[in-house]
T-cell receptor, first 110, second 112 residues
């Protein structure tokens, strides 16, 4: 079993839709969770960073961590074509290194 | 502010040729440095990481090596490239154990 699992998609939605991206992780000791956005042929950029359980909101983006089910989510409201990218979830292992999901490719159609 | 530079952006190399990719970080001291490879349609694979000058840890046995000759310089090398070395190579840095990683813009390597 992979330590972080993420559905690779692709996911296609119309502009304005609410997008839900999800990951599961295996180790209940993980405390730090991140979402990265990667545009085509670019390096990933940190989008959201959360600690432990709960929600964190930044503009149209909301990151949610449910430690009881080992489930992390990223919600995008009022999605835009510029949100079309690959979204990678990540968690920090006990050794300090990040463990990434495979990434979900999102396409927002105008 | 902190910045990370990675070059070249694109590289086409013949099988059997050597490789040298360079990454430098500005605006921070004693960063943790990482080399990742991302194959088409696949996730990020950690290749090497370094917590200090001369300290290199390898995650996956392969045809590649890494060196850190200076605090903010990280080099990925190969003596003889294989076709399977093709991919998107990313350098990243972090400070401490509680921060996220900052990635460079990547090098797309095609071995022909």
């Amino acid at each position: 079993q992979k330590e972080v699992e993420q559905d690779p998609g692709p996911l296609s939605v119309p502009e304005g839709a609410i997008v839900s991206l999800n990951c599961t992780y295996s180790n209940s000791a993980f405390q730090y969770f991140m979402w990265y956005r990667q545009y085509s042929r670019k390096g990933p950029e940190l989008l959201m960073y959360t600690y432990s359980s709960g929600n964190k909101e930044d503009g149209r983006f909301t990151a949610q961590v449910d430690k009881s089910s080992k489930y992390i989510s990223l919600f995008i409201r009022d999605s835009q074509p510029s949100d079309s990218a690959t979204y990678l979830c990540a968690t920090r292992s006990n050794t300090g290194k990040l463990i990434f999901g495979q990434g979900t490719t999102l396409q927002v159609k105008p | 502010s902190q910045t990370i530079h990675q070059w070249p952006a694109t590289l086409v190399q013949p099988v059997g040729s050597p490789l040298s990719l360079e990454c430098t970080v500005e605006g921070t001291s004693n960063p943790n440095l990482y080399w990742y490879r991302q194959a088409a349609g696949r996730g990020l694979q950690l290749l090497f990481y370094s917590v200090g000058i001369g300290q290199i840890s390898s995650e996956v046995p392969q045809n590649l090596s890494a060196s850190r000759p200076q605090d903010r310089q990280f080099i990925l090398s190969s003596k003889k490239l294989l076709l399977s070395d093709s991919g998107f190579y990313l350098c990243a840095w972090s400070v401490g154990l509680q921060s996220g990683y900052t990635f460079g813009s990547g090098t797309r390597l095609t071995v022909v």
